[in-house]
Structure formats: C-alpha cells, structure tokens
C-alpha cells in the first residue's frame, strides 16, 4: 500500500477536495525524481474525491492506494494512447492512405486514447476511492 498526506481544501455535500502535502517535492534526497516533483507540485491542482463522512475545511487525510492499483493505472494511461495512436496509423494506411494520412490517423488514434483515459479516470476515482467510517482520516482505495 501506498499512502500519502492530503489537506482538504474545499467541502461540498458528497464530496472533498485535497491538495497533497506531501510526496516527491517533501523528500529532501537529491534525486531527479525529487527535482521533477518540486517542478511539477507549483503547477498542481487540487482533486476532487467522493467522501460521506465528516470532514472539515482544512483536516489532514491520508490517502491509501494499492500498489497493484496504481500499476494498472499506469500501464493503462501510458500504452493506451500509444496502442490507439498505433492503430489509427495501420488503419488509416490499410483504408488506402499515404503518409499524410497515417500522420493524422496517428493523432486521432492519440487524441482518442487521451479521451477514453479521461473518461475512465474518472469513472475510477469515484468507484474506488472511498472514505472509512473510521474517525482515523483515512482515504482508502
């Protein structure tokens, strides 16, 4: 399991959001990984996440994933834009196209591939986020 500190940042009936504080950008190694975090955490917004317990504006939760869950995730957004940016590609040469049509079969195959990972994304956090009725703070996946 994976687990991360977050702050509440805004409530609403059914549902919070939280900024993360802490992760890659608190961790004061010298890695590269550390570095690309502090650059991306100036940019990052907040996430929104279904929640029907009691939580104020403000309280520290902790969010837990299952490693496995995050694998999947990963391997799911990052291969399939490139399968569909692939098969749109062989389609669009297969339908009788030349280069020119292959280029932008790719970047349909791309472009539909982010959508559907969008569209997913969100499907996912709401059916597999929840929060215990345990007082703890917990979020768990």
């Not at 990963?74 to 490139?82: E, Q, R, S, V």
């Not at 009788?96 to 791309?110: C, K, N, R």
Request: proline fraction near 3%.
């Amino acid at each position: 399991m994976i687990a991360i500190k977050a702050t509440v940042i805004e409530k609403a009936p059914g549902q919070i959001w939280i900024k993360t504080t802490e992760g890659c950008t608190s961790c004061q190694s010298g890695c590269g990984l550390a570095e690309v975090g502090r650059f991306l955490a100036q940019r990052r917004s907040s996430i929104a996440l279904p929640c029907d317990q009691v939580v104020n504006t403000g309280d520290e939760v902790t969010i837990v994933v299952a490693e496995s869950a995050l694998l999947r995730a990963g391997l799911f957004a990052y291969l399939m834009p490139a399968t569909l940016m692939i098969l749109g590609a062989a389609l669009a040469t297969l339908a009788g196209g030349g280069d020119g049509s292959a280029v932008i079969g790719a970047i349909a195959g791309l472009t539909l591939g982010f959508i559907f990972i969008r569209l997913v994304n969100r499907y996912q956090v709401h059916q597999s986020v929840r929060i215990p009725s345990s007082t703890s703070g917990d979020l768990s996946s």
